[in-house]
């Protein structure tokens, strides 16, 4: 395993530290970043260092990363008055965020003040990109400080031996709160955490969040709902500026159903003045015609603009996110996939391609730009047809009164709380009565029902009334008051799908000469007719053939293609 940049000082540092000293190293930490230090991080740390749990809101690019990691940091220094000890510490930190490509970056920002302040602490990543010797190492050893996924942690939870490995765990910190809140993969932290609080009730859970209405009801979805903690918010007055594109010949401009070609040119010349810019579309099928549509007109920025989104295959996206944080493109049209925390400084500007579709994503996408504290984030918002002009200007008005939406916790998904039980089963068993309370401490499943809870013991038992004839469905046996998963191959299968949500079938898309570019659902590939055209990864395709749920192409010199 490839140790990070957090360990490279524990066998040569010797520094000596005290309580009354601690601040003043991370004061000079921020010092030698000129950062400022606000008061909601001083907040932060005052209430983490007291005990408890709560949910940081502050503007994107203000420093909400450091408002939570700094004080795990005091903490343990704190304990030493004379000097730090060599070894690193056992896994003290649980950092959860919601996207892989945050993984990486996150690490680095950890690792930096770790690495100023010569403390003996590992920072290290664990995702489905992670290899598989890298993840048996770490259940032998975790690092001080862990950075994954609800997916990750949920697999970490169905081994016997974690409990044992998260016994010196202070705190969890989930990042991006309000994009997990509203979706199954929010109620599956919920579940997780659910567990780690019964494993140790003291346990620091701290939430951090950028565009939200309901902070309260995010806060106790977060903590639980037989859990206070402590709300703070980041009184910082970021400065958003919002233009819009408006069309010079109003009468033509379409009413609806448009992708925004049109203002094409007035896109590029915006593009122009400034050196980097984020051109942000609603659908990948927008993100594909609006990437053709720049280079029909600038053919010559073909090696500056890049295209992302989530069916393009990971290296290609990571070689854009690299380019793009190095300051090295000029633009990147993409789809939510670059909406969430990476810090990409160069950025100069963002540019959203019709309606934001709620205030949060238009205040989330913005910050892309001017991600440092102070600084100003700018958005030219284009309309693709007449109508998105009033929803703009609504958009607008609602940033500057501060009125974001509200996202609502789901309401005790079975199937989550399913394979959950499973999960459990596997590590080592579980007890009916016990663990139904532990299930309702979770916030989304407060008012579970016994016969709700009955059908799914029933089903992951005895595969309900529908399954049960099948003997793969019945994959949790009852001995002596214990629920436990016996059958190895169940729980293989079972680790194998954690987090898994189905939904249309997904083709691999293939060069004949092998190389990769994405997936794409079966039911966009199956319209398309063999040597017919169509446009994927930024590049017109002829299709070859389908095999093997794989899409086999070539380059197509000329023509148009279906998006």
């Known amino acids: 395993m490839v140790k990070t940049a957090c360990s490279k000082f524990l066998k040569t540092r010797n520094t000596r530290t005290s309580t009354a000293n601690s601040k003043a190293k991370v004061e000079a930490f921020f010092r030698s970043k000129k950062w400022k230090i606000f008061p909601f991080q ?14 940081v809101h502050a ?4 420093g909400k990363t450091y408002a939570v990691w700094v004080p795990p940091l005091l903490n343990w220094m704190d304990n030493y008055s004379s000097s730090f000890p060599h070894k690193a510490p056992p896994l003290k930190v649980l950092w959860l965020t919601p996207l892989r490509a945050l993984v990486e970056d996150t690490k680095r920002s950890l690792c930096e ?3 100023k302040l010569e403390l003996p602490w590992t920072v290290e990543a664990r995702t489905g990109d992670t290899s598989g010797n890298t993840k048996a190492k770490q259940r032998k050893k975790f690092p001080s400080a862990l950075v994954t996924t609800p997916e990750s942690l949920s697999l970490l939870l169905s081994y016997p031996d974690t409990m044992r490995s998260f016994s010196e765990l202070e705190a969890v910190i989930v990042d991006e709160w309000h994009e997990l809140l509203s979706s199954k993969r929010g109620t599956q932290t919920e579940l997780g955490l659910a567990r780690l609080r019964k494993w140790n009730p003291k346990l620091r859970i701290w939430g951090l969040s950028a565009t939200l209405g309901n902070l309260e009801q995010a806060m106790k979805s977060l903590l639980g709902n037989e859990n206070q903690g402590q709300l703070i918010n980041g009184e910082i007055r970021k400065k958003f500026v919002v233009k819009t594109i408006i069309p010079k010949n109003m009468e033509k401009f379409p009413w609806a159903g448009h992708l925004g070609g049109r203002l094409v040119e007035q896109v590029a010349k915006a593009i122009e003045k400034k050196l980097t810019t984020l051109v942000f579309t609603n659908v990948r099928s927008q993100t594909e015609y ?12 073909k090696e500056q603009v890049g295209i992302h989104h989530g069916s393009i295959d990971r290296k290609q996206r990571t070689l854009i996110e690299k380019r793009l944080k190095n300051g090295e493109i000029k633009a990147v049209v993409c789809t939510s996939s670059l909406d969430l925390g990476v810090d990409f400084s160069p950025v100069e500007q963002v540019i959203q391609i019709g309606g934001p579709k709620g205030v949060a994503r238009l205040l989330q996408r913005a910050g892309r730009c001017g991600h440092q504290p102070g600084a100003e984030s700018k958005v030219i918002c284009v309309p693709t047809q007449a109508m998105e002009l009033v929803e703009y200007a ?15 916790p789901l309401r005790a998904p079975l199937d989550l709380l399913a394979q959950h039980l499973i999960t459990l089963a596997l590590a080592g068993g579980f007890e009916e009565k016990e663990t139904f309370q532990e299930i309702r401490s979770a916030w989304s499943y407060r008012d579970l029902s016994e016969e709700e809870w009955s059908w799914t013991l029933d089903f992951i038992i005895r595969g309900g009334k529908t399954l049960r004839a099948y003997d793969q469905f019945k994959r949790v046996i009852e001995q002596n008051g214990i629920h436990r998963v016996e059958s190895k191959l169940i729980g293989r299968f079972h680790r194998m799908s954690i987090g898994t949500i189905t939904s249309d079938s997904a083709i691999t898309v293939k060069f004949k000469t ?3 570019l994405g997936t794409i659902e079966e039911s966009f ?7 017919s055209n169509f446009f994927f990864a930024g590049k017109l395709l002829k299709l070859e053939r389908i095999r093997d749920l794989t899409a086999i192409v070539s380059k197509a010199k000329t023509g148009n293609g279906a998006i």
């Open 42 to 55: 001083k907040k932060t740390w005052d209430a983490y260092l007291q005990g408890k749990s709560g949910l």
């Open 59 to 62: 503007p994107t690019g203000t």
């Open 525 to 531: 590939i199956s319209r398309i007719k063999p040597k």
């Open 113 to 115: 003040i770790v690495d």
């Open 394 to 408: 609504a958009a607008r008005d609602a940033m500057v009164d501060r009125k974001i939406e509200d996202r609502e």
């Open 514 to 516: 092998g190389k990769t």
């Open 290 to 301: 609006w990437f053709d549509a720049i280079l029909s007109i600038r053919p010559h920025w």
